[in-house]
């Protein structure tokens, strides 16, 4: 089986990156024209590994050719959604992959600058991506003339400083240039306007990592790894009630069940599966039973939740669902931004009303009272922050909303620990 | 008022090359001084706004959004204990309560030694590692008290 990530693992100083063919996708990259290399990766079905799942060829083709104004790249490493860790890994141990494969895209979208943006509380990881980036300049990968053409490409490291909603691309924009992270009105797209209102590419770390393997081996060969639309591989961030968690990287379309039982080492302790959240927490809820479906962005979506991140958050039968009703709530409550009045109270009343039900405290009704805000908030906001905190409400009360009955009645959880 | 020293005015000078305004380099400018100093007041915004050729109100608004900017004095560690889903399904309160009673410090204060702040926050993506807690920077993971203790009596 070809992998497009993991083999690259441990490779962080540039020579031992270098000995695994690293920079051979960016050498081929340039050697061909920008509009080939946007062919190549729209023929690897290449998806936004961020969550979204937008074709990352066609994304680069909206940003246009010829124009008087500067273009940027925002490669997006301020992972927060929670559960996920899969770019710190990358970060942590295969900066290079994220090198080239900026120097890749730049030369497709016609770049001079890229910036990664990575979340504050990565600095130990910043620091690895810093030293990898010197080396690169030191190498001629970066810089003026890359591997001798009349293309150059600088990169600096952007920290952010706490704040969730800026993964979200037009928030990641607002604070690279200085301001709060309140998301933009889109249309008009960062492709047209985004940086600077120049033309501007956001990828995700994972996104940009893929891209020197398809450089090197070829679209269609990409695309073949995975499945119809979906091309390639995926990093799946596991935790949770697992006995192994960890970061493994699968072909799209591979199963749920198989990536918890043969990679993950199944439930710890050999207790039952309770549920699994599979694509990050704002994704829906999946129950025990549900999970064979397979991992790629339309058969998540057609099971009524989606890929997402590929951050597969495992519940064996000791978790309450009230006190993740609680967690949940809470952290989309205070993440968002405020711009939006449905996302800004309707996020603080659920998480007020989840937590009194946690508590003991429930009051008959709280279920659809809370389904009632979710709905309200779902679709009515500037930026996904609004559906995110919506959707995992919806799916827990629909999927658990007798243990919460219970839980509400009892005025504890009825869910027995040891 | 807190003056700005050389070394951060030097840092701060070689960031302006890398955007094409000095607005963009605000949230550096921020650690950066926020590692001088230990935390931002808001006297200290107007001279940070004048470095940065904006408006004051604009350095406000930013310090005040972003959680890794502190407008208090912290203790010299800054435990960030994660509350977040895996950790919490990990048995993260366990480890809130603990470090609570152990430093008998609340959430959000600072032991009365000026040695330790405790905050509970969202995800700090290591997952893998819950229940998981980052100090200045570095991470520690499968956290139990048994090595919570060890970790605290390391820093003292």
């Known amino acids: 089986m070809s992998l497009v990530i993991t083999p690259w693992f441990g490779a962080v100083k540039i020579g031992d990156y270098i000995k695994r063919r690293g920079y051979e996708g960016a050498k081929k990259a340039l050697s061909i024209k920008p509009e080939d290399v946007i062919e190549e990766v729209k023929k690897s079905n290449l998806r936004g590994r961020g969550g979204a799942g937008f074709p990352t060829g066609l994304k680069w083709s909206f940003v246009p050719r010829e124009t008087d104004k500067p273009k940027y790249l925002c490669v997006n490493a301020d992972e927060g959604e929670p559960g996920t860790f899969k770019d710190r890994y990358i970060i942590e141990n295969a900066p290079h992959l994220i090198i080239e494969g900026a120097v890749i895209a730049s030369w497709a979208v016609g770049i001079h600058r890229a910036y990664v943006y990575i979340r504050g509380e990565y600095l130990k990881f910043a620091l690895i991506l810093e030293k990898a980036i010197e080396e690169a300049y030191q190498r001629g990968f970066l810089g003026k003339n890359i591997f001798g053409k009349d293309f150059s490409l600088d990169i600096y490291i952007h920290r952010g400083a706490g704040a969730y909603v800026c993964g979200e691309e037009t928030a990641l924009i607002e604070s690279l240039e200085g301001k709060r992270g309140n998301p933009r009105v889109r249309p008009p797209f960062p492709a047209t306007n985004g940086l600077y209102d120049c033309p501007t590419v956001v990828n995700n770390v994972e996104t940009i990592a893929c891209l020197p393997y398809i450089l090197r081996e070829g679209g269609e060969n990409f695309a073949s790894l995975g499945v119809e639309k979906n091309g390639g591989t995926k990093l799946f961030a596991v935790s949770g009630h697992v006995k192994d968690p960890g970061v493994y990287e699968l072909p799209m379309g591979s199963s749920l069940r198989e990536l918890i039982y043969n990679y993950a080492g199944g439930v710890r302790g050999n207790r039952r599966l309770k549920a699994v959240i599979p694509g990050g927490s704002s994704s829906s809820i999946l129950m025990a039973d549900e999970i064979d479906v397979s991992l790629d962005y339309d058969s998540m979506i057609k099971a009524g939740t989606m890929l997402g991140s590929g951050a597969v958050i495992v519940l064996d039968e000791t978790a309450c669902m009230a006190e993740v009703l609680r967690v949940i709530t809470r952290f989309y409550a205070h993440e968002s931004c405020g711009q939006c009045t449905p996302c800004r109270q309707g996020t603080s009343w659920m998480a007020k009303i989840a937590e009194r039900i946690a508590i003991g405290k429930g009051k008959k009704g709280d279920i659809d009272l809370l389904l009632d805000i979710a709905h309200s908030i779902m679709g009515k906001t500037i930026c996904p922050l609004g559906d995110a905190a919506a959707m995992p409400v919806i799916a827990i009360c629909d999927k658990f909303r007798s243990e919460l009955e219970e839980q509400i009645r009892e005025r504890r959880c009825p869910i027995e620990r040891e | ?156």
């Open chain 2, 1 to 156: 008022m807190k003056e700005i020293s050389k070394e951060a005015r030097e840092k701060i000078k070689n960031l302006f090359s890398r955007y094409p305004d000095k607005r963009s380099s605000l949230l550096e400018v921020l650690h950066i001084l926020q590692d001088d100093w230990g935390y931002i007041e808001e006297e200290d915004e107007e001279k940070i706004a004048e470095l940065l050729d904006m408006n004051p109100v604009n350095v406000h608004e930013v310090v005040t959004f972003y959680t890794m900017y502190y407008r208090r004095p912290v203790g010299r560690y800054v435990i960030k204990v994660c509350r977040n889903l895996t950790c919490t399904l990990m048995g993260g309160e366990t480890i809130i309560n603990y470090l609570r009673k152990k430093l008998k410090v609340e959430l959000g204060n600072t032991s009365s030694d000026g040695k330790f702040t405790l905050e509970a926050v969202e995800c700090l993506g290591a997952c893998e590692l819950a229940p998981v807690m980052e100090i200045n920077g570095e991470f520690y993971g499968h956290l139990t008290p048994e090595k919570i203790d060890k970790v605290i009596e390391e820093l003292k």
